[in-house]
């Protein structure tokens, strides 16, 4: 998606070779245009599939899952990384280190929200590792329902999130995909 590499030449910030600040676009304020172009190239991608709801992981795959979801007319689901008062005890939960915070966190979904008759779409802003999306996808196995596909707004193929997916046959769809973040310089391939 050309947009999406040119918004990140101009606004992102290199800070190692590991880690990409997007928090212009992405991840602390949210282009909401930009979002709702990703959004309509999500659904256009994954518009074969019977798609029944967008799930996501709280907080930065939120407004990329929605617009997807929107223009999919389907509702948005997303893992909160802790529980709530609100949560159901018995509510699918992972653990899972999230890589840019450097700590472990929990995933969780409330059981009543997903389904056997669903057929899942995961969207995320980005993808390092894919601890974090391996752990949503455990959940949604443990759910019965169906996982469509994953779609990523930027995928850092210098790290292994995104072929560790491929390797299990799952379909993974990046608008973006850097590989290498050296010398404070951003290479798509």
């Known amino acids: 998606m050309e947009l999406l590499k040119r918004r990140i030449l101009e606004e992102a910030s290199v800070l190692s070779a590991d880690v990409l ?6 991840n602390h304020q949210v282009d909401t245009a930009l979002a709702m172009e990703m959004g309509r190239e999500f ?14 992981i709280e907080s930065s795959g939120i407004p990329i899952a929605f617009a997807t979801a929107y223009t999919l007319g389907v509702p948005l689901v997303f893992a909160r990384r802790r529980k709530t008062l609100l949560a159901e005890p ?4 992972e653990r899972v280190p999230a890589f840019t915070k450097g700590i472990v966190t929990d995933l969780v979904v409330s059981r009543h929200l997903l389904s056997p008759d669903d057929t899942l779409l995961y969207i995320d802003d980005i993808i390092a590792n894919g601890d974090a999306a391996r752990g949503l996808i455990r959940i949604i196995g443990q759910s019965g329902a169906k996982l469509a596909g994953v779609g990523i707004a930027v995928e850092k193929t210098f790290q292994s999130g995104g ?8 379909r993974v769809e990046s608008l973006v995909r850097i590989a290498s973040l050296a010398d404070g310089k951003i290479a798509f391939e």
């Open 21 to 26: 600040k997007l928090d212009r676009l992405l």
């Open 43 to 56: 659904a256009r991608r994954f518009g074969g599939e019977r798609i029944t709801k967008v799930i996501t």
């Open 90 to 93: 018995d509510a699918w939960t």
């Open 163 to 170: 072929r560790l997916l491929r390797e299990r046959g799952i």
